[in-house]
């Protein structure tokens, strides 16, 4: 399987600061045929399940806003949120899906400073 | 807008079978190339996929859980269930129902979650 690692485990930003979460995985997730990362991330707020914000390591799911970006390749990527807003508080997780099993990384919350 | 709800017992008792299924609406669960799956949360932990269907009946089973789990379609309700054998403490979370755009490909839609507690 591969092992989805993130850092920090958690993070505390002020209001309109910009937040980097960073995942690393075990192997790389680059389909070298496409030229794609197998690399999402997500965001789950208390009592909500996950909501889908980026794919491919970098491109946005329809509606989310453009503070979220992704980045990276091969083994280790990041998302950032560029300005932290209430609304952001949360846990993100990314997810590999270059091989079965799915495997998600364990999460880093993130919280108003 | 596609909307996905799990539902079955909140309880089972040790060594029993857990049962959920999950119902589709706004969509058809027969369409193309989307996957549906399970995943599951223990409270206060991460994310686990348990397995996924395509509509033609391939499935696939993380195989930590492969020996005890069936995943199962049943296109005339535009359903999908998932059954778990032999379950103890550890099986205890919210388990999600959730439509993956594809093979090896995230997952986009997802149910609100069930909480299933193992305990006698």
């Known amino acids: 399987d591969i092992v989805m690692t993130q850092s920090p485990d958690s993070l505390a930003v002020s209001l309109g600061e910009r937040a980097t979460i960073n995942c690393k995985s075990s192997q790389s997730v680059f389909y070298s045929s496409n030229n794609k990362n197998y690399l999402a991330w997500y965001q789950q707020k208390p009592g909500q399940p996950p909501k889908l914000l980026i794919y491919?390591?970098?491109t946005r799911e329809s509606g989310v806003p453009d503070r979220f970006s992704g980045s990276g390749s091969g083994t280790d990527f990041t998302l950032t949120i560029s300005s932290l807003q209430a609304e952001d508080v949360a846990v993100y997780y990314c997810q590999q899906c270059y091989s079965i099993p799915l495997t998600f990384g364990g999460g880093t919350k993130v919280e108003i400073k | 807008q596609l909307q996905m709800q799990e539902s079955g017992p909140g309880l089972v008792k040790p060594s029993e079978t857990l049962a959920l299924t999950c119902s589709v609406s706004?969509?058809?669960?027969?369409?193309?190339?989307?996957?549906w799956g399970w995943i599951r949360q223990p409270p206060g932990k991460g994310l686990e996929c348990i397995g996924t269907i395509h509509y033609s009946g391939s499935t696939y089973y993380n195989p930590s859980l492969k020996s005890r789990v069936t995943i199962s379609v049943d296109t005339s309700k535009n359903q999908f269930s998932l059954k778990l054998t032999s379950v103890t403490a550890a099986d205890t979370a919210i388990y999600y129902c959730?439509?993956?755009?594809?093979?090896?490909?995230?997952?986009?839609?997802w149910g609100q979650g069930t909480l299933v507690t193992v305990s006698s």
């Open positions: 491919w390591a970098s």
């Open positions: 706004g969509g058809s669960i027969s369409s193309g190339s989307h996957y």
């Open positions: 959730a439509r993956q755009q594809g093979w090896e490909q995230p997952f986009d839609y």
